[in-house]
Structure formats: structure tokens, C-alpha cells
T-cell receptor, first 115, second 114 residues
Framework: AQKITQTQPGMFVQEKEAVTLDCTYD???????LFWYKQPSSGEMIFLIY??????QNATEGRYSLNFQKARKSANLVISASQLGDSAMYFC????????????FGAGTRLAVHP | DTGVSQDPRHKITKRGQNVTFRCDPI?????LYWYRQTLGQGPEFLTY????????KSRLLSDRFSAERPKGSFSTLEIQRTEQGDSAMYLC????????????FGPGTRLTVL
């Protein structure tokens, strides 16, 4: 069965510091994709970053980077130089198998950035 | 650049009534998805369209739920005989047919069944 686990219900970080949000996944498929989304209090899911299972390098998008450790089945999100606007729910998601399009989401981590 | 839009943003209804939600995807996206999100949880997949064809449905989509995408553009999700357990945020997403296939979400429709 495919599953995403986010073990941190809540995290807090000081403004301008870096923070790591944990995500582990479970799948037997050799081909899969991993995604991170941000959900502010307004409710909209905002795509942040994507990592393919065959990608050799860790994905980066601005202040976001994905620490992909395939053997450990982990795909942690690192946010550098945190800003107050980063306060939100963060969801890790997985898409497994080419042609299968549904995303499987974790329960999320609530991040609070303190000034 | 217009994103995914959903209408209405909020819907309050009485148990037993029918409700219909609309989703307009990003114009060049041929794939459209519906998810449901309850409080404190991540979104759960409901159904997926490629153009006008409904290719996948979750077991969560009971026979009271029906989704359509008649011309491969906008989509509707109808819930018949609503129940209190249907109260949730209903999210629509769209994507292109390419590597990575990141899905872009709309603002959601929050349904409250009294």
C-alpha cells in the first residue's frame, strides 16, 4: 500500500532561520513522484516542489529544497531563511506509477514562524 | 495567468438536499482532479478526468456523488441527499500531461451540511 507519513503535527522556527519538515513514504513502485504543498489559512493548496524517483539530484526551488534519501524513503522539505509568510500547513504527497494520477497526501505539519 | 477557480467558495445546506460545485481548470490543462479534505487531514482523492473522460474514481465516491466534465473544460461535482459526514472542503486541481505532472489547486468549496 502507498502511504505518506508526516510525524510532526506542529513545528515552529525563528524568522530567518532554516527549518526541516519530515516526510517518509512507502511504495513498492519503482517509479514515483514526491511533492510538497503549502496550505495557508485561506485554504488554497500551493505547489512548492517536486522530486522524481529517478532524479539524481535533490530538487530546489528558491528557498525550498527537498532532501531526498531514496534508501530511507524520506523526502524532507527544507525551508531556508524563514519568513513570517511561511506560517501555514505543509503537506507531503506522492504520485506512484506512470499514468496513475492521484496524489496521496500525508496528514500535514503546521509551521509557525516567530519574529 | 488565470489559476484554477471554484464556485461557490462556501455552501451551507440542510441534510438531504442536493448540491453542485463547479471547477474551472487552467485553460491548457487537460487533466482535472477532485479531492476532499476534512478538518486536520490531508486531501483525499475522489476522481480524475483526462479531457472529458472520467478515468479513475475512488471508493470514497459513493453512488450519491457524481462528477462530469462534459466538454473537457469545466467540471461539476454533485452530491445528492447530502449527509452531515459530507461536510468538508472540496478541492479541484488541474495539470498538464507532462513529466512531474504537478497539480495546481483551486481555492476549494467548503461544504457545511446542517
Amino acid at each position: 500500500a502507498q502511504k505518506i507519513t508526516q510525524t510532526q503535527p506542529g513545528m515552529f522556527v525563528q524568522e530567518k532561520e532554516a527549518v526541516t519538515l519530515d516526510c517518509t513514504y512507502d511504495t513498492s513502485d519503482p517509479s514515483y513522484g514526491l511533492f510538497w504543498y503549502k496550505q495557508p489559512s485561506s485554504g488554497e493548496m500551493i505547489f512548492l516542489i517536486y522530486q522524481g524517483s529517478y532524479d539524481q539530484q535533490n530538487a530546489t526551488e528558491g528557498r525550498y529544497s527537498l532532501n531526498f534519501q531514496k534508501a530511507r524513503k524520506s523526502a524532507n522539505l527544507v525551508i531556508s531563511a524563514s519568513q513570517l509568510g511561511d506560517s501555514a500547513m505543509y503537506f507531503c504527497a506522492m504520485r506512484a506509477r506512470e499514468g496513475y494520477n492521484k496524489l496521496i497526501f500525508g496528514a500535514g505539519t503546521r509551521l509557525a514562524v516567530h519574529p | 495567468d488565470t489559476g484554477v477557480s471554484q464556485d461557490p467558495r462556501h455552501k451551507i445546506t440542510k441534510r438531504g438536499q442536493n448540491v453542485t460545485f463547479r471547477c474551472d481548470p487552467i485553460s491548457e490543462h487537460n487533466r482535472l482532479y477532485w479531492y476532499r479534505q476534512t478538518l486536520g487531514q490531508g486531501p483525499e482523492f475522489l476522481t480524475y478526468f483526462q479531457n472529458e473522460a472520467q478515468l479513475e474514481k475512488s471508493r470514497l465516491l459513493s453512488d450519491r456523488f457524481s462528477a462530469e466534465r462534459p466538454k473537457g473544460s469545466f467540471s461539476t461535482l454533485e452530491i445528492q441527499r447530502t449527509e452531515q459526514g459530507d461536510s468538508a472542503m472540496y478541492l479541484c486541481a488541474s495539470s498538464r500531461n507532462r513529466e512531474g505532472n504537478e497539480q495546481f489547486f483551486g481555492p476549494g468549496t467548503r461544504l457545511t451540511v446542517l
